[in-house]
C-alpha cells in the first residue's frame, strides 16, 4: 500500500504484548526466538516494574495481521502468560531494495531505503558483512565501513 501525501509506504500490523514476571531470562530468550522463527516482524523485551514491586519484562511482537493467532498460542505455550493485548496499527515503512556491491573483502549485500523515488538509507547487511568478516578474519565495522563506501561509490548516495 503506498501513502500519497508523504511516499512512504504502509501497510497494517498487529502489536501482541504481555507483561511477565516469574518466568527466567533463559526461557524469555527463547521464546523470542521461537516467534522471529514463526514469522514475527520483530520481537523486544522491556523491563517494566509490576504490582507488588517485581521487577518484570513487557514482551513485545510486532506481526502481520495473518500471524497474531499462531504468535499468540507460542506466547501462552512458552510462557506464563495468562493474557495479552493486541493493537492494530499502521505502519509507514520505505520502500526497499538490496544491491551486492564489491569490497576488498568480498561481496556484500546493501538494503537501501527510499522515500518514492529519493534514497534516505543505505544500511549494509549484518548477516552478510559477519560472513565477509569471518572469512578474511578481519574486524566487522571494517566490512561495514566498506559496503557503505562502496554503495556510495556507485552513487547510491542518500539525503542528510
Given at each position: 500500500?503506498?501513502?500519497?501525501?508523504?511516499?512512504?509506504?504502509?501497510?497494517?500490523?498487529?502489536e501482541?504484548?504481555?507483561?511477565?514476571?516469574?518466568?527466567?531470562?533463559e526461557?524469555?530468550?527463547?521464546?523470542?526466538?521461537?516467534?522471529?522463527?514463526?514469522?514475527?516482524l520483530?520481537?523486544?523485551?522491556?523491563?517494566?516494574?509490576?504490582?507488588?514491586?517485581?521487577?518484570?519484562?513487557?514482551?513485545?511482537?510486532l506481526?502481520?495481521?495473518?500471524?497474531?493467532?499462531?504468535?499468540?498460542?507460542?506466547?501462552?505455550?512458552?510462557?506464563?502468560?495468562?493474557?495479552?493485548r493486541?493493537?492494530?496499527?499502521?505502519?509507514?515503512?520505505?520502500?526497499?531494495?538490496?544491491l551486492?556491491?564489491?569490497?576488498?573483502?568480498?561481496?556484500?549485500?546493501?538494503?537501501?531505503?527510499?522515500?518514492?523515488?529519493?534514497?534516505?538509507?543505505?544500511?549494509?547487511?549484518?548477516?552478510?558483512?559477519?560472513?565477509?568478516?569471518?572469512?578474511?578474519?578481519?574486524?566487522?565495522?571494517?566490512?561495514?565501513?566498506?559496503?557503505?563506501?562502496?554503495?556510495?561509490?556507485?552513487?547510491?548516495?542518500?539525503?542528510?
Amino acid at each position: 500500500m503506498q501513502s500519497e501525501d508523504a511516499g512512504y509506504e504502509t501497510d497494517k500490523v498487529v502489536e501482541i504484548e504481555t507483561n511477565i514476571d516469574d518466568l527466567s531470562s533463559e526461557l524469555v530468550g527463547h521464546v523470542t526466538g521461537l516467534l522471529l522463527e514463526a514469522g514475527a516482524l520483530d520481537v523486544w523485551v522491556t523491563p517494566v516494574q509490576m504490582k507488588k514491586q517485581r521487577p518484570g519484562v513487557l514482551l513485545s511482537v510486532l506481526a502481520e495481521p495473518s500471524a497474531a493467532k499462531r504468535l499468540a498460542e507460542i506466547i501462552f505455550t512458552h510462557t506464563s502468560a495468562f493474557g495479552l493485548r493486541m493493537a492494530e496499527k499502521t505502519r509507514w515503512k520505505l520502500r526497499r531494495d538490496f544491491l551486492e556491491v564489491q569490497t576488498p573483502f568480498g561481496p556484500v549485500s546493501v538494503k537501501r531505503g527510499f522515500r518514492g523515488d529519493t534514497l534516505l538509507q543505505i544500511a549494509p547487511e549484518f548477516e552478510s558483512c559477519k560472513a565477509v568478516a569471518l572469512q578474511n578474519g578481519c574486524p566487522l565495522q571494517r566490512v561495514y565501513d566498506a559496503a557503505r563506501a562502496g554503495a556510495m561509490a556507485l552513487g547510491a548516495s542518500p539525503l542528510g
